[in-house]
T-cell receptor
Framework: QQQVKQSPQSLIVQKGGISIINCAYE??????FPWYQQFPGKGPALLIA?????SEKKEGRFTISFNKSAKQFSLHIMDSQPGDSATYFC????????????FGKGTKLTVNP | ETGVTQSPTHLIKTRGQQVTLRCSSQ?????VSWYQQALGQGPQFIFQ???????GRGNFPPRFSGLQFPNYSSELNVNALELDDSALYLC?????????????FGEGSWLTVV
């Protein structure tokens, strides 16, 4: 059972465009939703994260939108750059207890110059 | 840099062998988790250690085992290696009990089983 569903699987965007990646979750016990960026051969790096009591969080060109009632959240990358080309993973976790991260399957983003 | 270091970075083992992977957590972090990331997939939770005790386990067989030491470094041991164990193994450290706690990943250990 996949608890976090991520789409699209791959995304190609032109430089300067907006990249949008969507995730949906099932477990309402999740209370923290981080996004990770992973370059080839590297470990995932935390990009931005949100709590469910906030509808939007922005850090630089990266914005998370969160819809608690729909159990959906999305990552928007504004003014996408070739250096943003990487695989992006959404994740969800229940803080306390084992704090196990449940990841989506990832979105491979390619930003063309 | 996340302050989480893993070794070795790459290794090749033969089916049926045993492997030990090591992780040094970020200073001050008392929780370490291990994840398996198959090629083209998201990381899958293997288990977590908190203050040297296992504190949650994912859907992995008992031949996957671990240790956490008093200095919060950790080991992942895999016995009777199978071809499907070929993957990137990631260590993640965090500070338990802090809401909005950031979980930091190391660069991973690439394991190839032949």
């Amino acid at each position: 059972q996949q608890q976090v569903k991520q789409s699209p699987q791959s995304l190609i965007v032109q430089k300067g465009g907006i990249s949008i990646i969507n995730c949906a979750y099932e477990n309402t016990a999740f209370d923290y939703f981080p996004w990770y960026q992973q370059f080839p051969g590297k470990g995932p790096a935390l990009l931005i994260a949100i709590r469910p009591d906030v509808s939007e969080k922005k850090e630089g060109r990266f914005t998370i939108s969160f819809n608690k009632s729909a159990k959906q959240f999305s990552l928007h990358i504004m003014d996408s750059q070739p250096g943003d080309s990487a695989t992006y993973f959404c994740a969800a976790v229940t803080q306390g207890g084992s704090e196990k991260l449940v990841f989506g399957k990832g979105t491979k983003l390619t930003v063309n110059p | 840099e996340t302050g989480v270091t893993q070794s070795p970075t790459h290794l090749i083992k033969t089916r049926g062998q045993q492997v030990t992977l090591r992780c040094s957590s970020q200073s001050g972090h008392n929780t370490v988790s291990w994840y398996q990331q198959a090629l083209g997939q998201g990381p899958q939770f293997i288990f977590q250690y908190y203050r040297e005790e296992e504190n949650g386990r994912g859907n992995f067989p008992p031949r996957f085992s671990g240790l956490q030491f008093p200095n919060y470094s950790s080991e992942l041991n895999v016995n009777a290696l199978e071809l499907d164990d070929s993957a990137l193994y990631l260590c993640a450290s965090s500070l338990a009990g802090v809401f909005g706690n950031t979980i930091y990943f190391g660069e991973g250990s690439w394991l190839t089983v032949v």
